[in-house]
């Protein structure tokens, strides 16, 4: 079974600083689906990025991008210029493509962002 | 476009009672799932539907949880007879589901379950 650890249970930054949240699976399969969903305080989870495993080019959008090492499994988010809306809890989550193709997630990065 | 709609939004039980949710998907998706989101950990998919049928379920802990999907629309998750450890908060999701893995989920608010 596809495992997915987020090392770092919390953050803080001052604004418009930089921060990367760290993100590690564990699967035998070679190909496959990431993605960072973030949950904002008492607000509903939204989709950050998505990432899929052949592509070797990092997905960015905006002022967010991933760095994705598929040997070493491992898949950051860098969040530049942050700003007060992105405090929330971060998630990283693995898709399976063969089967239900069910969505794991990790434990989640709560990050604040400081004034 | 209206997002996902589940409700109630807080439900206070005893343990050993029973209780039920609510979800209406984004019109014309497919997919609806319900995930368990226990305090301080991320969602764990409990049931998956595709229209009317499950997909998967392994998750459920089918002793006391259930689910249905009338009609491919919304969908009802019941617990019966709730116990502590079921305080989480109960989200659901929908996506088009055009056969692709790479489908964006869309949440709903969630309801938060605490069981007394």
């Known amino acids: 079974a596809q495992t997915v650890t987020q090392s770092q249970p919390e953050m803080s930054v001052q604004e418009a600083e930089t921060v990367t949240l760290s993100c590690t699976y564990d699967t035998s399969e070679n190909n496959y689906y990431l993605f960072w969903y973030k949950q904002p305080p008492s607000r509903q989870m939204i989709l950050v990025i998505r990432q899929e495993a052949y592509k070797q080019q990092n997905a960015t959008e905006n002022r967010f991008s991933v760095n994705f090492q598929k040997a070493a499994k491992s898949f950051s988010l860098k969040i530049s210029d942050s700003q007060l809306g992105d405090t929330a809890m971060y998630f990283c989550a693995f898709r399976s493509l063969q089967g239900a193709q069910k969505l794991v997630f990790g434990q989640g990065t709560r990050l604040t962002i400081n004034p | 476009e209206a997002g996902v709609a589940q409700s109630p939004r807080y439900k206070i039980i005893e343990k050993r009672q029973s209780v039920a949710f609510w979800c209406n998907p984004i019109s014309g998706h497919a997919t609806l799932y319900w995930y368990q989101q226990i305090l301080g950990q991320g969602p764990k998919l409990l049931i998956q539907?595709?229209?009317?049928?499950?997909?998967?379920d392994s998750q459920l802990p089918k002793d006391r949880f259930s689910a249905e999907r009338l009609k491919g629309v919304d969908s009802t998750l019941k617990i019966q007879p709730a116990k502590l450890e079921d305080s989480a908060v109960y989200l659901c999701a929908s996506s088009l589901d055009r056969g692709l893995a790479s489908d964006t989920q869309y949440f709903g608010p969630g309801t938060r379950l605490t069981v007394l």
């Open positions: 539907f595709q229209n009317n049928g499950v997909v998967d």
